[in-house]
Each structure stands twice: as C-alpha cells, then as structure tokens.
C-alpha cells in the first residue's frame, strides 16, 4: 500500500473519532431539559363571588275567594295593572242543599215567631192605651216584637247569601272577585267553569290571581356554606339577567339566612338583595341572574399567576422557584395576599424582575438532527 494512502486514511479515521469525541463532549455537556420562565405583572385584583338565583317581586299577593262556587267570568288577563278594588273575576254560587234547606227553614220559623209576637204587641198596646198594661211591660213586649222583626231580616240575609252569595244590592258581593293592592297580575290559575274553594281557617282557598308590584323586585340566590361567612348585609351586588345581558342592575345584600339547605351534598344559604330597576327597563319575574359581589379588591398590586405556585409538603406554605442563571433556578417562599383564582398578589418575598419558573418542560433538539 502507498504510504501516501495510508496516512489519508489514518488522518480521516483520526478526524472521525476527534468529531465524535466533541459530539459526545457536547452533547453531555448541554441540559436535556429547559424550562420557560414568566415574569411578574402590575394589575388590580378583585375577589369575588359569582351567585345563581333569579329576580323575583319582593311581595306577591295571592288572590283567594271568600266563597265556594264556580268562576261565571274572568275580566283580566294576565299582565294587566290593576289598582286595589278592581273587578278581576264573577264567582256563580252553587249551594249546599242542606244548607239551603236549613237556610229556609229558619226564615219559615223567623215569620211564624214574629206573627206571634206581633200578635202579642197589638194587644199589649190596645190594653196600654186603656191604661191596663203597665209601661214596663209594653215596653218588653215592644222589644219583643223588635227582635222578632231583626231575627227574620237576619234569617232571610242569610238564606239570600247561601242562595246567591250575597244580599241583594249590596256594593261588596262575596261573588266579586277584586283585587287587593295594586300591581300587576302576574298569574290566572284558573279559568271559567273551574270551581274553587273559599279560605277558612282550615283551607288556604284557592288562588284566583297572583299580584305583584314590578316596581320593587328583589334578587333571590343561594351561596354555599364556604362563601357565606365573608358576606355581611349592605353589600353591594352588580346583578347581570340572562334575559338583558347589556343591562347591570345595582343592588344591596338585605338578608342572609340564619340556616342553611343540603342541596346534592353541598349546604346552601340563602340570600335577597333590593333591585333597583330603571323606568326604561322592564322586569319580569322570574329572570334568571347572577349576582356578583365583591368580597376583596387591591389596585395596582404585584401578581403572579396562581399555576406558578408549588406548596411545601411539610409545611404547606406556597413557593416558586426563580431563574438565577441559564436553566438554574432557586426556590423562594412567598407572602401571598388577594387572589382571584387566577392570578394572586405577593406581598413579599419576590422582585418585580424576578423570572419565575414555569412546569412544562422544553426539550431540546440534539444538534445532531439539524
């Protein structure tokens, strides 16, 4: 073999093993892993509760019957305002017929007592006259013949209103279905033909309307046992509807249940806030909302991002860790304040340079494949 050739192929088999020596060198010498960094931001903080419920008047007034029957006519609708005293609803009596019966028969007793008595007051007074009958017992049977005359008046009102459901020509008929206050009517259960029954102290009746003043409505919802004991009556609320979601609608928090209601394990409590409606804007009950109520609020704070943060196994107590060189970080513990699930503010233990380590690690790309 030439020497010439020999030493070529000694010389390349040389740089081969020198170019894996510095490959190997290289690569071992370069981090598998990198890891990005974020760094610290100025901005305001809120702490928050978001709560579900739904608008509702702060007063509805059940419209009931004070008598048995059946609806004869309907005269609103629902939606209607209507001032206290109006004509809502014409109830038809049907009577009981042994009432009606027993009824009769005491306006039959009433006459036959009355003709008696009257009987006895004709003669007691031709014999006063005569000056044979004392005055003290004319005047006894006067009386008399007087509470004969009011018992059948009595017992014939009571039969007109059994027959019919009230005394002929008065303005206040039991029949009269009217309105109570004024508002709206939000509901007609019933319809004409339906039968109802009056409310006594053994029956609450049955619901002829429902009224309601749309002026003063309330926010109703419930917070979960772990929000209520940072809420305190006076609260502001920024209530949002479903149904107009360009409209915000202020309120104030007025009431917090004393007790709580298990709902799927969760125990709920609670609570009503005073709406303030605008006139331009129209309410109807029942619209779902949302209540937002502010329980905390810095401006202008240093934040950090809540995904950053690590938790000492042993004492709990939160940490990042901070690039001090190229994929070198140090652990650093923090004093934390308001957060808003999402990003936290840290009262101390970090600079507004600092670079914080972030958990999705980088690999790098062996040189090798470029």
Same mark, same amino acid.
């Given at each position: 073999?030439?020497?010439?050739?020999?030493?070529?192929?000694?010389?390349?088999?040389?740089?081969?093993?020198?170019?894996a020596?510095?490959?190997?060198?290289?690569?071992?010498?370069?981090?598998?892993?990198?890891?990005?960094?974020?760094?610290?931001?100025?901005?305001?903080?809120?702490?928050?509760?978001?709560?579900?419920?739904?608008?509702?008047?702060?007063?509805?007034?059940?419209?009931?019957?004070?008598?048995?029957?059946?609806?004869?006519?309907?005269?609103?609708?629902?939606g209607?305002?209507?001032n206290?005293?109006?004509?809502?609803?014409?109830?038809?009596?049907?009577?009981?017929?042994?009432? @009606?019966?027993?009824?009769?028969?005491?306006?039959?007793?009433?006459e036959?007592?009355?003709?008696?008595?009257?009987?006895?007051?004709?003669?007691?007074?031709?014999?006063?006259?005569?000056?044979?009958?004392s005055?003290?017992?004319?005047?006894?049977?006067?009386?008399?013949?007087?509470?004969?005359?009011?018992?059948l008046?009595?017992?014939?009102?009571?039969?007109?209103?059994?027959?019919?459901?009230?005394?002929?020509?008065s303005?206040?008929?039991?029949?009269?279905?009217?309105?109570?206050?004024?508002? /709206?009517?939000?509901?007609i259960?019933?319809?004409?033909?339906?039968?109802?029954?009056?409310?006594?102290?053994?029956?609450?009746?049955?619901?002829i309307?429902?009224?309601?003043?749309?002026t003063?409505?309330?926010?109703?919802?419930?917070v979960?046992?772990?929000?209520?004991?940072?809420?305190?009556?006076?609260?502001?609320?920024?209530?949002?509807?479903?149904?107009?979601?360009k409209?915000?609608?202020?309120?104030k928090?007025?009431?917090?249940?004393?007790?709580? /209601?298990? /709902?799927?394990?969760?125990?709920?409590?609670?609570?009503?806030?005073?709406?303030?409606?605008?006139?331009?804007?129209?309410?109807?009950?029942?619209?779902?909302?949302?209540?937002?109520?502010? @329980?905390?609020?810095?401006?202008?704070?240093?934040?950090?991002?809540?995904?950053?943060?690590?938790?000492?196994?042993?004492?709990?107590?939160?940490?990042?860790?901070?690039?001090?060189?190229?994929?070198?970080?140090?652990?650093?513990?923090?004093?934390?304040?308001?957060?808003?699930?999402?990003?936290?503010?840290?009262?101390?233990?970090?600079?507004?340079?600092?670079?914080?380590?972030?958990?999705?690690?980088?690999?790098?790309?062996?040189?090798?494949?470029?």
């Amino acid at each position: 073999m030439n020497k010439y050739v020999k030493y070529g192929i000694i010389g390349i088999l040389t740089l081969g093993i020198l170019y894996a020596m510095v490959h190997f060198l290289k690569k071992n010498s370069t981090p598998t892993e990198l890891y990005k960094t974020e760094s610290l931001e100025k901005k305001d903080i809120v702490n928050k509760v978001i709560v579900t419920g739904k608008v509702i008047p702060e007063d509805e007034i059940n419209i009931k019957p004070q008598i048995t029957g059946i609806i004869d006519r309907i005269l609103m609708d629902e939606g209607a305002k209507v001032n206290a005293g109006d004509l809502i609803a014409v109830i038809k009596v049907v009577p009981n017929e042994q009432a @009606l019966y027993q009824a009769k028969g005491r306006v039959s007793n009433a006459e036959l007592a009355l003709n008696n008595a009257k009987i006895e007051y004709d003669r007691n007074k031709t014999l006063y006259d005569k000056g044979v009958v004392s005055n003290q017992d004319f005047i006894n049977q006067k009386l008399t013949f007087e509470q004969a005359e009011q018992e059948l008046k009595n017992a014939r009102a009571d039969y007109q209103i059994i027959r019919k459901g009230s005394i002929g020509g008065s303005t206040a008929a039991n029949t009269d279905i009217r309105a109570t206050v004024s508002g /709206t009517i939000l509901e007609i259960p019933v319809k004409e033909g339906d039968q109802v029954i009056q409310s006594n102290n053994f029956n609450d009746g049955t619901t002829i309307a429902t009224i309601a003043d749309m002026t003063k409505m309330i926010f109703e919802g419930e917070v979960d046992e772990a929000e209520v004991g940072k809420l305190n009556v006076g609260m502001p609320l920024s209530i949002s509807l479903g149904a107009l979601e360009k409209n915000k609608f202020d309120a104030k928090l007025k009431f917090i249940a004393p007790k709580g /209601t298990e /709902t799927e394990g969760a125990v709920q409590f609670k609570i009503e806030g005073d709406l303030v409606v605008n006139d331009s804007t129209y309410v109807r009950a029942g619209y779902s909302a949302n209540a937002s109520i502010v @329980l905390e609020e810095k401006k202008d704070v240093l934040t950090l991002k809540e995904a950053l943060l690590q938790f000492d196994k042993d004492t709990e107590k939160p940490f990042v860790e901070i690039e001090v060189a190229e994929n070198e970080f140090e652990r650093r513990d923090l004093e934390l304040g308001v957060s808003d699930g999402i990003d936290v503010e840290v009262v101390s233990g970090l600079e507004e340079d600092a670079k914080i380590k972030v958990w999705n690690k980088l690999e790098k790309k062996d040189e090798s494949e470029d």
